[in-house]
């Protein structure tokens, strides 16, 4: 029998291990010659603490790892390149305007001027064409696969350890190289 003291310790390690309720969705890859453009919707990650965050003029977004994998149909997945893309916005309260900023790998790829928080909102979770990957020295009789997981920031595990709040893992559909 538990006691009411290890009843409230389960408790507050299962409301503080939860999952984040944010995800990826719709992950869809498109062939572009050799290169690899990902599209895909961030749910649930524009949370009131993010607007909060953006309204008083803190830089705040997100980071998403990009994968792409030579599927294997019986072993595990084998990772060929990976990629870092990073969404940041800051609100300019002289401007009324929010500047939205992507980067991949640390390069600046593209910035945009919003003018309300929908479509900061917007610009920061839906994100079309991006050039993923570019396929130079990769087998063409293999199939090939591309998998998203989003960083939205730290949290800590019963206040004490510090954790990252990830989304899980999402998959596209398997594709060959024409």
Not at 44 to 57: I, K, N, P
Not at 69 to 92: C, F, G, P
Not at 152 to 177: C, M, N, V, Y
């Amino acid at each position: 029998m538990i006691g009411l003291t290890g009843a409230l310790w389960s408790l507050l390690f299962l409301a503080a291990s939860a999952p984040p309720e944010a995800r990826i969705q719709d992950l869809q890859v498109r062939l572009d010659g050799r290169q690899v453009k990902a599209s895909f919707v961030l749910e649930g990650a524009f949370d009131e603490e993010l607007r909060e965050r953006l309204q008083s003029g803190l830089p705040s977004g997100f980071s998403i790892r990009l994968k792409l994998l030579r599927d294997h149909k019986r072993w595990l997945d084998r990772e060929i390149q990976s990629r870092d893309l990073q969404v940041t916005a800051m609100y300019n309260a002289v401007n009324q305007e929010y500047l939205v900023n992507y980067k991949l790998d640390g390069r600046l790829t593209e910035s945009r001027v919003e003018h309300d928080l929908a479509g900061t909102e917007r610009a920061m979770t839906r994100f079309e064409d991006i050039s993923a990957f570019t396929l130079d020295e990769i087998d063409e009789d293999w199939r090939y696969l591309v998998k998203a997981r989003a960083s939205l920031g730290s949290s800590h595990l019963l206040w004490l350890i510090p954790t990252t709040d990830q989304t899980d893992w999402a998959e596209s559909r398997k594709f060959r190289l024409p």
